[in-house]
């Protein structure tokens, strides 16, 4: 339940009174007494619990998506512990919330979109509710808020059902969020105003603190047009920076930015040193946090999925704490800091950071139980249906190669139902590696038996949904698109794509941009690809469209839209393996790879 008892209409209730005296926000303390007797200190303690790319994974992730790599004390050895659930991540918050006066849960985006089919399968309102009950304050958008497109996103936040599945038992509409999202730099092209408030302000114990949220400039390249449309994406840095000086403005003198978009830590291990000034972070986020304003007192980030609690310097070169908790509900980051009341500013020297593991041997939250059981109920006609068999672990999201056995499956799959002439004729398939969000794993996670593959496991590995196209492009434009994973947007961070099979060619790391695809490796069976010939190639529409940096795709034309990736995956998994026959790993040998390479998805 949220703290101090506040209920959803209460909660909007404060938002619209704070909102009338220019807050934007909600003015309580949650779940605090009042201090008493005649000593006044001269700073307030607050703790934030922080956590990102939840992706509404409600129940433990499987596979490698649901474990931390972690020390053993005892054999100072790299392991993986088993990690994640939201009944344990409700517990751990509740737990970590102990002892402290004030307290708030913070988010930086994501927290809905590619999820499992328990929360996907229902646009993620069981997601939504879950949040609510284990006391989210705010949250930023994350890019993949913006699967749906923005209505939908303001549906989650409002509350009423579907436009087109309806509400989903009777008598029972869902609420919407308790807690408000954060759009400080996604405005309407209409209009040019943020199309959810910028920033949320909160008052501890007559300090003021204010939270400002943003999801990464570059999320259109990274959704569909259609998830996008109609809406502008401005600078993190600028709309950070423009928002802390109106807070000042209005007397919010501690800050704090929830960022959509992170770093790469040095270490696997979530809790590994950072080291001075922030030297074991890579990314993105290490330019932003040196860019953004001094007074933006801490900064929470994600997007990356990676765990780090590191300092970056600000612009005046003063340390700064800057975090971020892995995803899927494995961690919580607890920051603990001061208050002065005085000043009304975060003591920079006293804020500390730290990983937290969401260990599976914590009591369950009844509460999230419940409502697991509940989403499962209606589900399982669905999610437990069988669709294939396979005779190992096959991964996709938890392979660190660049390419991946998974992969190298989703784009067979695709080949397979789309090469038929009323298809699309299609000779090569690519997926994108980021819209693999899953592994396959060997081990049964119900009554299904080990080695089977139900609906809800193939869904959770392809959640969107997205249609296939099939287009016609050049032999130079198809080697463009395999250029495009090295260079332009991608020259920095390799996007590798995965291919089908027939396709082949030489990728070396050794060398720079586009100059890494070796021309003249790139074959399709065996033959090399002609330049001027025309190739019909198959993506799903995110890719076809020109996401994740790859404009070349764009160019093609006669563009046929067949069958969603989900369905002909499943449909693949059920031609190709039976209990008898199940499906083996992929020999991975479509990709030749010289020196070392790094694929972010």
Not at 114 to 122: D, H
Not at 383 to 406: F, Q
Request: hydrophobic share 40%.
């Amino acid at each position: 339940m949220p703290r101090s008892g506040q209920t959803g209409t209460f909660r909007r209730a404060t938002l619209a009174a704070a909102a009338a005296v220019g807050l934007l926000g909600t003015l309580f303390v949650p779940g605090v007494a009042q201090a008493h007797g005649h000593h006044q200190p001269r700073t307030e303690d607050l703790q934030l619990l922080a956590i990102n790319d939840f992706h509404g994974n409600l129940e433990p992730p499987a596979g490698s998506s649901g474990t931390v790599k972690e020390i053993d004390p005892a054999t100072g050895q790299t392991v993986s512990t088993p990690a994640g659930g939201v009944e344990y991540l409700a517990t751990a918050l509740r737990q970590a919330r102990e002892g402290h006066r004030n307290s708030l849960t913070v988010a930086a985006g994501d927290i809905v979109g590619a999820s499992p089919l328990l929360s996907g399968l229902f646009h993620d309102e069981p997601t939504i509710e879950a949040m609510n009950k284990l006391g989210l304050d705010v949250t930023s958008v994350g890019n993949h808020e913006f699967d749906e497109g923005s209505k939908e996103l303001l549906r989650l936040q409002n509350g009423g059902c579907h436009p087109t599945d309806g509400c989903y038992a009777a008598g029972r509409k869902f609420k919407g969020a308790d807690f408000p999202y954060l759009a400080a730099n996604v405005t309407s092209e209409k209009t040019g105003r943020p199309i959810l408030d910028p920033y949320w302000v909160t008052n501890v114990h007559g300090v003021k603190v204010g939270f400002i949220g943003v999801t990464l400039e570059g999320t259109p390249n990274i959704v569909t047009a259609e998830g996008v449309k109609g809406l502008k994406f401005g600078n993190e840095v600028t709309t950070i920076n423009k928002y802390a000086a109106e807070l000042k403005r209005k007397g919010v003198n501690s800050i704090v930015a929830l960022i959509h978009e992170g770093g790469y830590p040095a270490s696997p291990v979530y809790n590994y040193d950072c080291g001075a000034a922030g030297a074991g972070i890579s990314g993105p986020i290490v330019d932003i946090a040196k860019k953004i304003d001094p007074a933006v007192g801490a900064i929470v980030t994600g997007h990356t999925h990676n765990a780090y609690a590191c300092s970056i310097p600000d612009p005046n070169g003063v340390p700064r704490s800057v975090t971020s908790a892995a995803s899927f509900g494995r961690l919580y980051t607890e920051i603990d800091l001061k208050l002065d009341k005085r000043t009304g500013a975060i003591v920079r020297p006293s804020v500390t950071a730290a990983n937290h593991v969401v260990r599976r041997d914590l009591p369950k939250a009844p509460d999230m139980t419940k409502l697991i059981g509940y989403y499962n109920t209606i589900a399982a006609p669905i999610a437990n249906r069988p669709v294939g068999y396979i005779a190992a672990d096959i991964n996709g999201r938890g392979s660190t190669d660049l390419e991946k056995p998974l992969g190298d499956v989703i784009a067979d799959a695709q080949l397979a139902g789309l090469a038929p002439a009323d298809k699309g004729g299609a000779q090569v398939a690519f997926m994108n590696p980021g819209g693999i969000r899953a592994d396959l794993v060997y081990k049964a996670s119900g009554s299904e038996g080990d080695g089977v593959v139900t609906y809800g496991e193939a869904f959770t590995v392809q959640p969107f949904t997205n249609m296939m196209q099939v287009k016609t492009l050049t032999g130079a434009q198809l080697i463009q698109v395999l250029q495009q994973q090295v260079s332009g947007l991608n020259d920095a961070a390799p996007k590798i794509l995965q291919v089908s099979k027939g396709l082949t060619y030489t990728l070396d790391m050794t060398k720079s941009g586009a100059d890494r695809v070796l021309v003249a490796s790139v074959k399709l069976n065996g033959t090399a690809i002609d330049p001027a010939a025309s190739y019909r190639v198959a993506a799903n529409e995110f890719l076809a469209g020109g996401g994740d940096g790859f404009p070349a795709f764009s160019a093609g034309t006669d563009k046929l839209v067949g069958a969603s990736d989900l369905d002909l995956f499943t449909a693949y998994l059920g031609a190709n393996s039976k209990a008898g026959a199940p499906l083996a790993v992929p020999a991975r040998d479509r990709i030749t790879l010289v020196g070392s390479g790094s694929d972010q998805d």
